[in-house]
Every structure is written in C-alpha cells, then in structure tokens.
C-alpha cells in the first residue's frame, strides 16, 4: 500500500498540520525520544481521539508539548526554584516535568490528577510543529499501546496507518528512548520514569533527586510505568548471559525447522555468536538507547527474537534496562 501520510517538515505541511490540529486531528511528529502522536490539548474531543486510536487505559495521563518560548506559567504553578535550575540547564530536552496544574488544558490529559506533565522537545522538526500549531500538544508516544515505540516515521505508519491525518517525518530520532519523567511538586525533584536526563545529572544542577519507590504514592501516580509495554510483534524468549548456551540452542533449533532467528545483546555477547543472526546494542548506555527501539522493530521479520540479559553499567543504561526487559514481558 503507498504511504500518503507521512510528509517532510515543511513551511507548507506545517500549515495543513495546524489545520488538522485545529480541527481535533492527530498529528504525528518526531522528537529527539520517539515520535509523538499530537493533539491539541486544550481540546476534549481531540485527547478522547488519542485514547481511543492508540487503545490507551484512560488512567495512563498524557505528556503536553509547548515549544521553548511558551510561558508554562499558563497552564502550570511554578513555585520551586529547583525546576527553574533545572529547566535552564537541560530545556529544551528529553526531559519531561510534573507541576501542579492549572486546568487549563483539557482535564483528559491528566485523567483526574491534579498535576501536568509538560514536555520541551529540542529536537527541531518538533520545535517547528509546535511553534506551527500554536496550541499545547498533548502527545503519548506515536504507537499502539503495548507495542514497541517508533524512531521512524515508518513505525508510526505501520502501527496507525490511515487511523491519522498526517505523519511528520523527521528522520531517525537520535535518543532513543523516551523522556525522563520528573515530579517537581515536592521539596526535592523526583524522577518517574528513568530516561536520559539522569539522577546524577540532576543532582549536580540541584544538589538532591530521588528515585520514586516502586509501590509509593508518587509511582502509583504514573500509572504509564505499571503496564507492560515496547513488545515487539514476534516471539521473544530471554536468557540470562550465562545461559548463552542454551540460548544458541533455541537459535540453531530454529534454524534446522526452516524458520529465522535473531540475537539482541550487547556486543561483548554478541562477539561470542559467531555468524548468527544479531542485533548489536553496543557498549554504553547512550549508544544502548539510541538502538534499542530500532532493533526491536527490526527484528519484527524474524520468527523469534531471542533477548540475552545485560548488567547494567550506567544510569542510561538502567533506564534500557527496564524497557528491554519490559519488551520480553
Ligand atoms: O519522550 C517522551 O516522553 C515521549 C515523546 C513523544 O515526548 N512521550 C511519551 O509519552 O513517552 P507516553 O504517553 O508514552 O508516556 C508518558 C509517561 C507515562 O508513563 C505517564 O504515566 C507519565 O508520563 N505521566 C504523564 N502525565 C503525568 C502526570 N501528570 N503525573 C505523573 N506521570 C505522568
Ligand atoms: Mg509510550
């Protein structure tokens, strides 16, 4: 089937991306994490579209995007001076901050919390969506829920089709992995969702940051990071690093009944599978997220995708981690 919805970023498929935004359509656009898949926010009938093309749980908020020169004075209470630090030193970005809000955007978006979470994106072809639009833009990320998110225009294609209006197609998004979540209500930042902006990173601008515990108040309310999530659509098994071996075996079984296999490992693994079939993710934990999503989709081709654990060594790599193993159920 010939693709007709994805476009280049251009001062004309700007104009009809505001058009479809102002009329409640869904926009999808890349950003340096993943792509988003764009509403106007301040539009009920657009957020419900969201829900209900991505097949999202209703309690799972969404991310609002604003371009960097938006006041979020707007939509949010901004009353501690560490998010102001923080925002300086590493907006626009792959980080995403939770305020008290001010209900102005549509209260889908938060599904009955009393906070927002907002969104800068630096990457450019996102920068020049939203100051185009001219509108918050609530977006989660541009896949079906539960299936892996897209680094590709074509991903988002494959997953929504003509579900739609209109792809924005920005090339490859060079992070990777989507955005760290950080709750700034409290006295101390307070990292959600792990991502690229670290805890060491923050507490160097702030002096303080915390992880949320798993099962306090804070983590139940990001619901987002409780499903299972970033699947691919293949079989998948998952093996410790010393159970290689046993791995190898359900490759080489694989292959003798006629049907494909794929390794996805670190390199220092993946230098011990001679000829077969790999998916490399390198060795640092930047290198680990910017291929870990692109993998996953690739290895769609294949009839089993075998996955072998990785310690992590860094705090990215941490942050792989969880979606790597969340990929493997
Ligand atoms: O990098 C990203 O953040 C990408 C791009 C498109 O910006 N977006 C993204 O959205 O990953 P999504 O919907 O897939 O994940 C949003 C996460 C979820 O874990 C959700 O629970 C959490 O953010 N979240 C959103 N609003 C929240 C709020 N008010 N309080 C706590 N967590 C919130
Ligand atoms: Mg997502």
């Known amino acids: 089937m010939e693709n007709v919805k994805t476009f280049k970023i251009t ?7 505001r058009d479809y935004i102002l009329s409640d359509r869904l926009v999808a656009f890349p950003t ?11 539009s009920d009938d657009a957020i419900r579209e ?22 979020i004075e707007k939509l949010v209470y901004d009353d501690k001076p560490y998010a102001k630090a923080l925002r300086e030193t590493f ?24 906070t927002l979470a907002i969104r800068v994106p630096q ?40 579900e739609i209006a209109m792809i924005l197609d920005g090339g490859r998004c060079e992070g990777g992995i989507e955005s760290t979540v950080l709750d700034v209500t409290g006295d101390i930042p307070v990292i959600l969702r792990k991502g690229l902006i670290t805890a060491e990173m923050i507490k160097e601008v702030v002096g303080a940051c915390e992880y ?19 699947c691919p659509k293949t079989q998948t098994a998952l093996f410790e690093e010393n159970a290689l071996e046993d791995a190898v075996a359900l490759y080489d079984k694989y292959i003798s009944e006629g049907k494909s296999a794929c390794f996805l490992a670190v390199s220092d693994v993946c230098v011990r599978l001679s000829e077969r079939e790999k998916f490399d993710l390198g060795k640092s934990g930047a290198e680990m ?24 060594k860094d705090e990215i790599m941490l942050g792989v981690e969880n979606r790597f193993l969340k990929a493997f159920g």
Do not use: W
Request: glycine content about 6%; some cysteine; hydrophobic content about 35%.
């Open 212 to 230: 949320a515990a798993e099962n306090s108040e804070l983590k139940a309310r990001s619901p987002g990071t409780r499903y299972r999530h970033y």
């Open 123 to 162: 990457n450019e072809g996102a920068q020049r969506f939203l100051k185009a639009v001219g509108v918050p833009i609530a977006a989660p990320s541009a896949n079906k829920s539960k299936h892996t998110s897209p680094v590709t225009a074509e991903h988002v294609y494959e997953d929504f089709g003509e």
């Open 32 to 42: 340096e994490t993943v792509y988003g898949l764009g509403a106007n926010a301040l």
């Open 289 to 312: 997220a910017a291929r870990l999503y692109y993998y996953l989709h690739e290895a769609e081709r294949f009839d089993i995708l075998i996955g072998i654990k990785f310690t992590p």
């Open 11 to 17: 001062d004309n498929n700007l104009k009809i991306a």
């Open 91 to 114: 907006l626009p970005g792959p980080l995403t901050m939770v305020y008290p809000s001010k209900n102005v955007v549509s209260s889908l978006c938060s599904c009955g919390l009393e």
């Open 50 to 71: 969201v829900y209900k093309v991505k097949g999202r749980p209703l309690d799972n908020p969404l991310i609002v995007h604003v371009d960097k020169e938006y006041e």
